[in-house]
C-alpha cells in the first residue's frame, strides 16, 4: 500500500489593534474571504465620559470582544485575523487574543495618533512583530511616514505605511508588510 505524505496545513493568526474607532473592523471586513465574525454593540450610556467619541462622533457601534476574518492565500495556508477592541475597558480580551499571533497591525489615526500608544506599548512589551497601518481618513490632514515614526517614537525597524482599510488592495498591502516583516524578525531571532 502507498502512503500518501500530507503536509500539515498551516494557519497564521494576526492582530489588528489600534484605538477605539481606528477601523479594525473595517479593515477585518475589506480583506476577510468570509464573512467577518462581529461582536459589535450600539454605544449605550454606559460608555458617556468613558469612550472618546472626539473625531468619530459619527460612529455609533463598538467592538467589545474581537472581530474574525480569514484569509486563504493557498491550499493549506490559512491567515485568521482577529480584530481587538479599542477602548480600555475591553483589553483585558488582548492577552488571550495575542496567544500564538505571528505579528499584529496597529492602525493609526493621525487625528487621535496618541490612541495606538497602548497598542504600540503592548506589542513592544512582548516582543510581538508589528507594522503600523496609518489609516488616511477623508478630510483629515496627511502626515508624513517619518513624522508618524518620529511620535510614535517606532524603531527604524517597525514599517509605517499609509493605507485605505476600506480599500481591499491597500488592506493586502499591510498584511504582506507584517507578514514580510514578521518572518524576518523571526528569522534574525533565531
Excluded at 1 to 27: H, N, Q, R, W, Y
Excluded at 60 to 66: D, G, K, N, P, Q
Excluded at 93 to 100: A, H
Excluded at 174 to 188: A, G, N, P, Q
Amino acid at each position: 500500500m502507498d502512503s500518501v505524505l500530507s503536509e500539515d496545513p498551516v494557519a497564521l493568526k494576526i492582530l489588528i489593534a489600534g484605538g477605539f474607532g481606528v477601523g479594525k473592523t473595517t479593515l477585518v471586513g475589506s480583506i476577510s474571504e468570509i464573512k467577518p465574525l462581529r461582536t459589535e454593540e450600539v454605544l449605550s450610556d454606559r460608555g458617556i465620559g468613558v469612550d472618546d467619541l472626539d473625531g468619530v462622533e459619527a460612529k455609533t457601534t463598538t467592538t467589545v470582544a474581537m472581530d474574525f476574518g480569514r484569509i486563504t492565500i493557498r491550499e493549506g495556508l490559512v491567515v485568521y485575523l482577529f480584530g481587538t477592541p479599542g477602548q480600555e475597558r475591553f483589553w483585558f480580551m488582548w492577552d488571550e487574543l495575542s496567544y500564538g499571533a505571528l505579528g499584529a497591525v496597529v492602525i493609526a489615526d493621525t487625528r487621535r495618533l496618541t490612541d495606538c500608544f497602548p497598542s504600540v506599548d503592548y506589542f513592544e512589551q512582548r516582543g510581538t512583530p508589528f507594522v503600523v497601518a496609518v489609516n488616511c481618513f477623508d478630510g483629515a490632514e496627511r502626515h508624513s511616514v517619518d513624522d508618524v515614526r518620529i511620535a510614535l517614537d517606532l524603531d527604524d525597524d517597525v514599517p509605517v505605511l499609509l493605507c485605505d482599510v476600506r480599500r481591499r488592495t491597500s488592506a493586502k498591502e499591510v498584511m504582506i508588510t507584517l507578514v514580510e516583516h514578521s518572518l524576518r524578525t523571526l528569522t534574525s531571532a533565531n
